[in-house]
């Protein structure tokens, strides 16, 4: 079946970099866009940017710019997510998600504290 | 880029229909848009519901129920999810969401709480 497994939950410190991956399964890997998505606790959902598993060519929110970085691997069907400079308020639950429909990951969270 | 507003709360009793609003900011048109709509249940990730844009270019989630069902208020500017026959299982965490492709971003609302009485 049509699936997307995440890499496990990640403690960090401030200032630190988290590289979350998110493993598909169950279909053309480079035909579907992915995108990812953060929720923080309690709070709403908040887009953070998209690849291209075919070409690698992304878009990131104007609010991750620089901190960023989404990339993938087409010889394993992953693709990743790395936030750098972490700090307290980018703890929250990531998630990846194909073509903004179905499916989701199950969610990373990341939780960055001193 | 746009923003979409959705009321952070909403109640209504089981059996009831419901109409769920999110609605775009000034400068935007919603018939110009594909709006998306999601379910989030707690500790789960977002399960996606449908999208709509007009009545002939819309459509359903696999597996979604077909009293979830999607609709534009051009009057209000706003996209419109309707839920009908309301169980206690559809109590949850509503979202609504629209790609912007002039900057290449997507917009999500706020979030609408549902409470089924």
């Known amino acids: 079946q049509v699936q997307l497994v995440q890499s496990g939950a990640e403690v960090k410190k401030p200032g630190a970099s988290v590289k979350v991956s998110c493993k598909a399964s169950g279909y053309t890997f480079t035909s579907y866009y992915m995108h990812w998505v953060r929720q923080a606790p309690g709070q709403g959902l908040e887009w953070m940017g998209i690849?291209?598993?075919?070409?690698?060519?992304?878009s990131y929110a104007q609010k991750f710019q620089g901190r960023v970085t989404m990339t993938r691997d087409t010889s394993t069907s992953t693709v990743y997510m790395e936030l750098s400079s972490l700090r307290s308020e980018d703890t929250a639950v990531y998630y990846c998600?194909?073509?903004?429909?179905?499916?989701w990951g199950q969610g990373t969270l990341v939780t960055v504290s001193s | 880029q746009p923003v979409l507003t959705q009321p952070s709360s909403h109640s209504a009793s089981s059996g009831a229909s419901v109409r769920l609003t999110c609605m775009l900011s000034s400068g935007f048109s919603v018939g110009d848009f594909w709006i998306r709509w999601y379910q989030q249940k707690p500790g789960n990730p977002p399960r996606y519901l449908l999208y709509y844009h007009s009545d002939s270019n819309k459509g359903q989630g696999s597996g979604v129920p077909s009293r979830f069902s999607g609709s534009n208020d051009a009057s209000a500017n706003a996209g419109i999810l309707r839920i009908s026959g309301l169980q206690p299982e559809d109590e949850a965490d509503y979202y609504c969401?629209?790609?912007?492709?002039?900057?290449?971003?997507?917009?999500f609302g706020g979030g609408t709480k549902l409470t089924v009485l």
């Open positions: 690849i291209n598993p075919s070409g690698g060519s992304t």
């Open positions: 969401g629209t790609w912007h492709s002039n900057s290449k971003t997507v917009v």
């Open positions: 998600a194909r073509d903004m429909t179905s499916p």
